[in-house]
């Protein structure tokens, strides 16, 4: 660093999660080796077996807190973190296996383990922001590299990242992609979901599935209507918005609506 200053320290961290964002750092290539140049990687064990103790300066954490190990880890994290990111859907909604919290997680232990007296888990799985202050987020399933590449270099030069909060609509507008939803009556979380895919999913005339999660403002229940009027069955709306971003709020509220809808209307 020019003047003999120290470079940043950067630690990647891993909870429950399929290691898909933390490969996103490495998917820069190039734009790896200018980041060495400007960072120190002080621990990514996804990378390498050496470490360099903490502080940190920037932590990158993927994955929710699923066990009571994690909910005491990620607080350590936070102490010795100047500037913690949840990074991908699992960090910052509780990703897939977030799906348990809609039902009776002991009964998945009872079919899935042998032994299922060994199992150590939370009855809910959530995201880092349940348990400690985080300073960005990066959302995704995984994560955008070239969104981790604006994060980084926002933050070696002291400025906020620029990272869109709108709508995939956006990103199909500006590709001129014709909306699937109007055009061929196809089922599309993209007026909900916040942009970032470059609006892969539409652009190959297929619905988005909400990889990147909620939208700055969405509204999912007044798209649940459009959906509705396509004839799609509340067990589907509910099944578009239980994926990656299942526990996020405005997706919760849209799948919960409906599995009350579907209650109701077997009463």
Same mark, same amino acid.
């Given at each position: 660093?020019?003047?003999?200053?120290?470079?940043?320290?950067?630690?990647?961290?891993?909870?429950?999660?399929?290691?898909?964002?933390?490969?996103?750092?490495?998917? =820069?290539?190039?734009?790896?080796?200018?980041?060495?140049?400007?960072?120190?990687?002080?621990?990514?064990?996804?990378?390498?077996?050496?470490?360099?103790?903490?502080?940190?300066?920037?932590?990158?954490?993927?994955?929710?807190?699923?066990?009571?190990?994690?909910?005491?880890?990620?607080?350590?994290?936070?102490?010795?973190?100047?500037? =913690?990111?949840?990074?991908?859907?699992?960090?910052?909604?509780?990703?897939?296996?977030?799906?348990?919290? #809609?039902?009776?997680?002991?009964?998945?232990?009872?079919?899935?383990?042998?032994?299922?007296?060994?199992?150590?888990?939370?009855?809910?799985?959530?995201?880092?922001?349940?348990?400690?202050?985080?300073?960005?987020?990066?959302?995704?399933?995984?994560?955008?590299?070239?969104?981790?590449?604006?994060?980084?270099?926002?933050?070696?030069?002291?400025?906020?990242?620029?990272?869109?909060?709108?709508?995939?609509?956006?990103?199909?507008?500006?590709?001129?992609?014709?909306?699937?939803?109007?055009?061929?009556g196809v089922p599309c979380l993209g007026p909900v979901t916040q942009a970032g895919c470059n609006a892969l999913c539409p652009t190959y005339r297929r619905g988005c599935y909400g990889c990147f999660g909620p939208m700055e403002s969405?509204?999912?229940?007044?798209?649940?209507?459009? #959906?509705?009027?396509?004839?799609?069955?509340?067990?589907?709306?509910?099944?578009?918005?239980?994926?990656?971003?299942?526990?996020?709020?405005?997706?919760?509220?849209?799948?919960?609506?409906?599995?009350?809808?579907?209650?109701?209307?077997?009463?």
């Amino acid at each position: 660093m020019p003047g003999g200053q120290r470079k940043p320290k950067l630690a990647v961290w891993k909870f429950t999660s399929c290691d898909g964002c933390q490969l996103s750092l490495l998917d =820069l290539e190039e734009h790896l080796l200018a980041i060495v140049g400007r960072v120190e990687i002080a621990y990514f064990l996804e990378a390498s077996r050496a470490t360099v103790r903490g502080p940190y300066d920037i932590s990158l954490v993927e994955g929710s807190i699923s066990t009571p190990h994690e909910a005491e880890l990620i607080k350590e994290v936070r102490k010795q973190s100047r500037f =913690l990111v949840a990074i991908g859907a699992c960090a910052t909604a509780g990703g897939i296996q977030a799906l348990r919290n #809609f039902a009776d997680v002991r009964a998945f232990v009872d079919i899935v383990y042998a032994h299922p007296e060994y199992i150590r888990t939370l009855r809910e799985a959530r995201p880092i922001a349940d348990y400690v202050t985080v300073d960005f987020e990066l959302r995704g399933c995984p994560i955008s590299r070239y969104q981790l590449l604006e994060l980084i270099s926002a933050y070696l030069h002291g400025r906020q990242p620029s990272i869109p909060t709108y709508s995939v609509c956006a990103e199909c507008k500006r590709k001129g992609v014709v909306c699937v939803l109007v055009s061929q009556g196809v089922p599309c979380l993209g007026p909900v979901t916040q942009a970032g895919c470059n609006a892969l999913c539409p652009t190959y005339r297929r619905g988005c599935y909400g990889c990147f999660g909620p939208m700055e403002s969405p509204n999912p229940l007044s798209l649940g209507r459009r #959906f509705e009027t396509l004839g799609v069955p509340p067990a589907d709306i509910i099944r578009l918005y239980r994926t990656f971003n299942a526990f996020a709020p405005a997706f919760r509220e849209g799948s919960e609506h409906y599995e009350q809808t579907s209650s109701h209307a077997h009463d």
